[in-house]
């Protein structure tokens, strides 16, 4: 089984800079594919990047350019750096990992971290 952690939430006034850390324990990290998703109260969950299991990384269009996802295999570390921070990216946002990309895209990962608060004013 993987175990998935998020840290590195907080409040931060716009324009400022974040980054979200995921451990993962439990299994082979460098074969996972992962995700960070985020929901914000009263809406819907959305993607907003993934990373496959060799690294190349997907953006949702509200974040290119701000936001950057990145794997750490020798860490087990899933990370999320957010700059340029706007008042529409609080969220609680969510690391979600599977060894099958599609998976990880549609939001239907096997594993999921427990969130991490981001709030932007």
């Known amino acids: 089984d993987v175990q998935l952690v998020e840290s590195g939430g907080g409040s931060v006034q716009a324009g400022g800079s974040l980054r979200l850390s995921c451990a993962a324990s439990?299994?082979?990290?460098?074969?996972?594919?992962m995700s960070w998703f985020r929901q914000a109260p009263g809406k819907e969950r959305e993607g907003v990047a993934t990373?496959?299991?060799?690294?190349?990384?997907n953006y949702a269009d509200s974040v290119k350019g701000r936001f950057t996802i990145s794997k750490d295999n020798a860490k087990n570390t899933l990370y999320l750096q957010m700059n340029s921070l706007k008042p529409e990216d609080t969220a609680m946002y969510y690391c979600?990992?599977?060894?099958?990309?599609?998976?990880?895209?549609?939001?239907?990962?096997?594993?999921w971290g427990q969130g991490t608060q981001v709030t932007v004013s």
């Open positions: 439990g299994y082979t990290y460098s074969s996972l594919c």
């Open positions: 979600a990992a599977d060894f099958t990309l599609s998976r990880v895209i549609s939001g239907s990962a096997r594993y």
């Open positions: 990373v496959d299991s060799t690294g190349n990384a």
